[in-house]
């Protein structure tokens, strides 16, 4: 059953949607009331990082979270696409505004939004905000979605490491920050743990998202190409929509890609590439961003860090693709690893 007072709070918020947020970017889809159709009854609104839904990784996993939520609790949600060089305050506004109308949780997809739900949770302390990604908001009523993306990683490591003909692999971020360094730092591990021989090539686009690290397939693509021509033949990505660049070269090129976040063999905007997607890191942002709406629905909100690791299956591989999932050595190597780092005899850099 929904919280009486989130129901009075959405029943008292007077102007639509559309309009609160006309001023710092639109809503993507928003659905349905009540099944007495007498009262909207709100709940998980999500502000999306950069890229915006149809990332086909990041950003698409969070929105599968949000539709999980909205199917089983029947309540009407948001999602707000971001908008070009827009600003801390705007993103604040943003939230603000979805947490005014009578959304909760509301969250902020990626860790560009730190400042922007501090500042919310503040001036809304009835609302619990979430903020996806490798990001602390100390606040009574924030909960810090976070992950070991570095476990993943590894494991993606020890794919490539297995899979490699040439011994060399590539790795590209999207952009040069704490976040990425994780990705890269896990994954060169794991490929050096299983052959010391082969060469990680490691590269970021760029060195802030507003030159389009997460959000340029060109330039993960021509990324990606310089690394096959330096014999690269098993390339991971960590780059959101970027991402799509770098498995479009993989494929043209007969080499293997290695997808990110969301299980991106099964993407449909990239079906005519996945048989060149070896197997992808996902972290399990849609369990994530459910669970947080499941909290606030059972009014027991979670707050403060909420990690997910290999140990919760909230950071994982893929075995999508039957080449990878088939595999017995490579599946047997990828067990072992995992196993090692769950019981800590393995400890996995993030850095």
């Keep these: 059953m929904r919280r009486i007072s989130r129901i009075t709070v959405a029943g008292a918020a007077t102007a639509s949607l559309a309009l609160a947020l006309s001023a710092c970017g639109g809503t993507s889809t928003s659905s349905s009331s009540d099944?007495?159709?007498?009262?909207?009854?709100?709940?998980?609104?999500?502000?999306?990082?950069?890229?915006?839904?149809?990332?086909?990784?990041?950003?698409?996993?969070?929105?599968?979270?949000?539709?999980?939520?909205?199917?089983?609790?029947?309540?009407?949600?948001?999602?707000?696409?971001?908008?070009?060089?827009?600003?801390?305050?705007?993103?604040?506004?943003?939230?603000?505004?979805?947490?005014?109308?009578?959304y909760n949780p509301v969250i902020g997809v990626g860790y560009a939004y730190a400042a922007a739900v501090k500042g919310a949770a503040e001036k809304f302390p009835d609302t619990t905000f979430g903020i996806v990604d490798d990001a602390t908001v100390e606040a009574d009523?924030?909960?810090?979605?976070?992950?070991?993306?570095?476990?993943?990683?590894?494991?993606?490591?020890?794919?490539?490491?297995?899979?490699?003909?040439?011994?060399?692999?590539?790795?590209?971020?999207?952009?040069?920050?704490?976040?990425?360094?994780?990705?890269?730092?896990?994954?060169?591990?794991?490929?050096?743990?299983?052959?010391?021989?082969?060469?990680?090539?490691?590269?970021?686009?760029?060195?802030?998202?507003?030159?389009?690290?997460?959000?340029?397939?060109?330039?993960?693509?021509?990324?990606?190409?310089?690394?096959?021509?330096?014999?690269?033949?098993?390339?991971?990505?960590?780059a959101g929509l970027s991402g799509q660049g770098v498995i479009e070269a993989a494929a043209a090129n007969k080499v293997w890609a290695i997808g990110v976040d969301s299980d991106q063999y099964k993407q449909e905007a990239l079906a005519k590439y996945k048989d060149s997607i070896l197997t992808s890191a996902m972290k399990d942002v849609a369990k994530a961003v459910y669970n947080l709406a499941q909290s606030v629905e059972d009014g027991k909100p979670a707050t403060g860090i909420v990690k997910g690791d290999l140990k919760t299956g909230e950071v994982s591989l893929s075995n999508s693709n039957p080449k990878f999932a088939d595999d017995a050595e490579l599946q047997a190597a990828i067990e072992k690893a995992k196993e090692k780092i769950i019981s800590g005899d393995i400890k996995v850099k993030s850095s």
Excluded at 61 to 69: D, N, R, S, T, V
Excluded at 75 to 94: C, I, L, N, S
């Design 35 to 102: 099944s007495s159709g007498s009262k909207e009854d709100k709940g998980l609104a999500i502000a999306y990082d950069v890229g915006g839904r149809g990332d086909q990784s990041f950003n698409d996993a969070a929105y599968a979270g949000l539709k999980k939520a909205q199917d089983e609790f029947g309540y009407k949600t948001a999602d707000v696409e971001p908008t070009d060089g827009e600003t801390d305050a705007d993103k604040e506004q943003r939230l603000a505004s979805l947490a005014k109308q009578g």
């Design 141 to 238: 009523n924030v909960a810090d979605l976070v992950f070991s993306e570095e476990e993943a990683s590894y494991l993606a490591g020890v794919a490539a490491a297995e899979t490699t003909k040439t011994d060399v692999v590539g790795f590209i971020g999207g952009v040069d920050i704490p976040l990425i360094h994780k990705f890269r730092a896990g994954f060169e591990q794991g490929v050096k743990d299983t052959n010391p021989k082969a060469k990680v090539i490691s590269q970021f686009l760029t060195q802030t998202a507003e030159e389009g690290g997460f959000s340029s397939p060109d330039k993960g693509k021509s990324a990606a190409e310089g690394q096959i021509e330096k014999k690269a033949d098993v390339v991971y990505a960590a």
